[in-house]
Structures are given as structure tokens and as C-alpha cells.
């Protein structure tokens, strides 16, 4: 069984999901230690965005329960979970610009006008993205929209970053790049980040734990060394070996 964790940042307990009769996701346990970066890897199909979702409270669980600090949400709205949530495609909206996209939920949340200033002048300047912000999105390449997308999570001030394969429409160079770009900005805001990918190398490139998953279950939470030099059965050991 699982080690559970003292304080955990994130803590799935006994997590399932059913769509229907079908079961997407089986009895799931994972704590992410605080300011601990978590890779789901997986083939597609395996559950990895449907656990995701869950967490950020765009699906409801079947059964189990979901903790963010401490705190019980399992049937929390998304918007009071304290998540910030990065998507592959960047849903950014077309119509506003840079900075409004930047803006919008905040001034939505009631937050005050300097401090929405403050938060964005300082994730634009962690991002890069300063010449960018009276843009919209259609004049941004595909890296600098995922930039944005990652500073519209960032202005939030959450918790907890989850990312769903964020790299995953760019080509390998961007890819590459930004992959380097979201580690440093990990070491810099030392918050948890759980980030889904079917990308091996994006999975021990930046992960403290990687959990492998196959068919709706864990097969192996460890750290990426350990997956790579132990792995507990074929499956892991074949997904990890495998060119991406
Ligand atoms: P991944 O992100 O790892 O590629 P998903 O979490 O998207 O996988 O999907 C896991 C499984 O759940 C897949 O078999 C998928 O077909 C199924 N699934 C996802 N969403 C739904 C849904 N709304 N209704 C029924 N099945 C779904
Ligand atoms: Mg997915």
C-alpha cells in the first residue's frame, strides 16, 4: 500500500469514476507533497485528464475524496479550490487581448484594480510575455499563447498549478523550450504542480514523482530514477523504454 504523506498539498483517497458501467478510474491514492512536482504519464485513454478534472472540480468522483491543504473539496466548486488550470488547448478568449485575458477572471473574482496591475506586471515578467499584452490571441505564435495561458493560472496566486499536456500542440523545439521554461518557474514559486503528459522525456525532465498510470490505475509512483531503473512490471518498464 501507499505511504501516505504528513501534510500534503494534494491528497487522493480511494478515487473512482465511473462513466456509466465503465470504470475510467479505480480506487486512485496519491499525496503530493507541498511545492512537489507530480507527472501523470500515461498512453491516451489511460484517465489522466479524467483524474485531473476531478481535481480541479470539472468532474464529479464517483467515490473517494479529494483534499487541497487539508481541506475536504471533494464537492467544492472549481473556482474555490485554490487550483490554477493549464490546458493544451490554450482557451484563451479570441476576442480580448493579452492583458484582459489576464484579467478577466480576476476582476470577475472582485479583486482590486492595482492589485489585478500588480499580478499581472509580475507574471508577465516571469513569462516573458510583457510586449505581448495589448495582443489577442490570433497574432500570438502557439508558444507565446501557452505562455499566456500558464500566466492566466499564474495571476490566480493558487496553490496548486495542473497542467494538461500544455506542450502537447507545439512542435519539438517550442516544446523543448518551454519544458525548460516550466521548470523554471516551478524553482521559482515552489508550489505544486501536477502535470499530466503521455511524453516520457517531459515526464523525467521535470517531474520529483512520476505516476505511471495504465487503464484507470497506478502502476508505479516513484521518482523518475527509480521508475526508470526499477520498474515494478512489464508495462512501466516497456512505457519508459520506448522512444516518445
Ligand atoms: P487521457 O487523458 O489519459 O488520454 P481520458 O481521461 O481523457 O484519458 O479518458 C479516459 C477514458 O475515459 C477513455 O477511455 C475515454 O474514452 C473515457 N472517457 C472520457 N470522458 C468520457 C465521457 N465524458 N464519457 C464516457 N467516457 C469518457
Ligand atoms: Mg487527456
Known amino acids: 500500500m501507499m505511504t501516505r504523506l504528513e501534510n500534503p498539498s494534494v491528497s487522493i483517497q ?3 469514476l465511473n462513466f456509466g458501467a465503465i470504470s475510467v478510474l479505480e480506487t486512485l491514492n496519491i499525496d503530493v507533497a507541498e511545492g512537489e512536482f507530480i507527472v501523470l504519464l500515461g498512453p491516451s485513454g489511460c484517465g489522466k485528464s479524467t483524474l485531473l478534472n476531478c481535481i480541479a472540480g470539472l468532474l464529479d468522483v464517483s467515490d473517494g475524496r479529494i483534499f487541497i491543504k487539508g481541506k475536504n473539496v471533494t464537492w467544492e466548486e472549481p473556482k474555490d479550490r485554490g487550483i490554477g488550470m493549464v490546458f493544451q488547448s490554450y482557451a484563451l478568449y479570441p476576442q480580448m487581448t493579452v492583458e484582459k485575458n489576464l484579467s478577466f477572471g480576476l476582476r470577475v473574482a472582485g479583486i482590486p484594480r492595482d492589485e489585478i496591475a500588480k499580478r499581472i ?3 508577465a515578467e516571469i513569462l516573458q510575455i510583457e510586449p505581448l ?3 489577442k490571441p490570433s497574432a500570438l505564435s502557439g508558444g507565446q499563447r501557452q505562455r499566456v495561458a500558464i500566466g492566466r493560472a499564474l ?3 493558487v496553490d496548486v498549478f495542473l497542467f494538461d499536456e500544455p506542450l502537447s500542440n507545439l512542435d519539438a523545439k517550442l516544446r523543448a ?3 525548460v ?8 514559486l515552489q508550489n505544486t504542480m501536477i502535470y499530466v503528459t503521455h511524453d516520457q522525456i517531459e515526464a523525467m525532465t521535470l517531474a520529483d514523482r ?3 498510470m495504465k487503464g484507470g490505475v497506478i502502476q508505479q509512483l516513484d521518482a523518475p530514477q527509480t521508475i ?9 518498464a516497456g512505457f519508459l523504454g520506448s522512444p516518445a
Open 155 to 157: 495571476v490566480r496566486d
Open 228 to 236: 526508470y531503473n526499477r520498474p515494478v512490471n512489464r508495462f512501466v
Open 14 to 16: 480511494d478515487l473512482s
Open 177 to 179: 523550450e518551454l519544458r
Open 121 to 123: 506586471a509580475r507574471a
Open 133 to 135: 499584452l495589448q495582443r
Open 210 to 212: 512520476i505516476a505511471v
Open 181 to 188: 521554461e516550466i521548470k523554471l518557474l516551478h524553482s521559482k
